[in-house]
């Protein structure tokens, strides 16, 4: 595992909690020689994820929309930045670059970005772990919908179980290292 995609908010977020948060995983992941892939903003826990990273004396690669480099929103000190063309090439390539996903919290684009990529981790597009570093209990709703999902046999327990979650920065990217996918969905009515 060399790269870790990040996906969170472009605000700071009702308590300095989030942002201090998003801090120390940019320092983890500096700390333990991973490669940061995100958004590529200087803005809210995006630009404090990738304050974290540099300041540790870590890499952090910013895949920004041209449309927002526009609005001048772009962190000028990064490792790396990439200007695509829409929203959708953002998520390609930082799917294509990463070898798993954190989400923090954000709004309902980080929420939009987290859960297509968890789909394709379940229809087994990706075997990549994917998790939600739950700071200040601010995924507590998220976490009890998915087990209302597998309650009401939406979601089987063997993906259900494939929602990594932490409170901390640590915990998180420990249990990446020993994550294991669950077989590939399929649709059969037949029990496995």
């Known amino acids: 595992m060399k790269n870790i995609a990040v996906f969170c908010g472009s605000s700071d977020g009702a308590s300095p909690i989030y942002k201090e948060s998003a801090y120390a995983l940019g320092k983890e992941l500096a700390e333990r020689n991973l490669t940061l892939i995100y958004g590529g903003a200087k803005v809210g826990l995006m630009g404090a994820v990738a304050d974290g990273v540099l300041e540790a004396g870590g890499n952090a690669v910013g895949i920004l929309p041209h449309f927002l480099q526009d609005r001048e929103i772009a962190h000028q000190k990064l490792t ?55 700071v200040h209990h601010y995924f507590d709703p998220l976490i009890s919908m998915f087990d209302h999902m597998a309650r009401e046999k939406f979601m089987q327990e063997k993906y259900r179980s494939m929602v990594i979650t932490d409170t901390a920065p640590k915990g998180i990217l420990q249990q990446f290292l020993s994550y294991s996918p669950p077989s590939v969905k399929t649709y059969s009515t037949e029990k496995v």
Request: hydrophobic letters at 45%; charged letters at 20%.
């Open 80 to 134: 790396e930045l990439i200007i695509v063309n829409s929203m959708h090439e953002r998520k390609a390539k930082m799917a294509e670059l990463a070898d798993g996903f954190i989400a923090l919290p954000g709004g309902p684009g980080t929420l939009e970005e987290y859960f297509e990529i968890f789909t394709w981790a379940q229809l087994g597009l990706h075997d990549k772990p994917c998790g939600l570093l739950n």
